[in-house]
T-cell receptor, first 114, second 113 residues
């Protein structure tokens, strides 16, 4: 059974702090690892990672994948209150009729205080 | 702007009632998905469809059924709603040419009393 586990489940920081969110996965026919941000609405896409060791970066957010150790991290530097959200990690399947299926982790609830 | 829409956005119903949640998209994507979200459990896949003639069960399909009426429309039905189906329901679409990234609708909050 495919499984994705995120840690921590919740995190409270102050503006300006740097945070690291973790995601480990066990997925047969692994294709890629995706990160989403969910505020009080639909999840919105942040990153997709397919290759180990290559950092994806967007502003203060960055992410990297380790396919040997089966994990990914999402870093947010100089956090702002607008970063408060649930961050979801998902692993995509590459195999046959399951191609493109996503298995989601539980999410990390990030709260950034002023 | 191309979008994924869901109706209704909120619904309160009683145990035993039949409920239909609807999803429409203007993205032109062939693949559509239904998820439910419960606190602390992330998103769980209910059903997915790769084209109009293709319907597949996800992880938690019991108690649910779906209909893919057209490329742009994918409906989720609860034949006889029960309280533990109270959750936030999301529809999503994807296009494998876009590396299979899924795009989500705004969600339907369903409460079964």
């Amino acid at each position: 059974e495919d499984k994705v586990v995120q840690s921590p489940l919740s995190l409270v920081v102050h503006e300006g702090d740097t945070v690291t969110l973790n995601c480990s996965y066990e997925v047969t026919n692994f294709r890629s690892l995706l990160w989403y941000k969910q505020e009080k609405k639909a999840p919105t896409f942040l990153f997709m990672l397919t290759s180990s060791g290559i950092e994806k970066k967007s502003g203060r957010l960055s992410s990297i994948l380790d396919k040997k150790e089966l994990f990914s991290i999402l870093n947010i530097t100089a956090t702002q209150t607008g970063d408060s959200a649930v961050y979801l990690c998902a692993a995509a399947n590459a195999g046959g009729t399951s191609y493109g299926k996503l298995t989601f982790g539980q999410g990390t609830i990030l709260t950034v205080h002023p | 702007d191309a979008d994924v829409t869901q109706t209704p956005r909120n619904r309160i119903t009683k145990t035993g009632k039949r409920i239909m949640l609807e999803c429409s998209q203007t993205k032109g994507h062939d693949r559509m998905y239904w998820y439910r979200q419960d606190p602390g459990l992330g998103l769980q896949l209910i059903y997915y469809s790769f084209d109009v003639k293709d319907i597949n069960k996800g992880e938690i399909s019991d108690g649910y059924s779906v209909s893919r009426q057209a490329q742009a429309k994918f409906s989720l039905s609860l034949e006889s709603a029960i309280p533990n189906q109270t959750a936030l329901y999301f529809c999503a679409t994807s296009d494998p040419r876009l590396a299979g990234i899924q795009f989500f609708g705004p969600g339907t909050r369903l409460t079964v009393l």
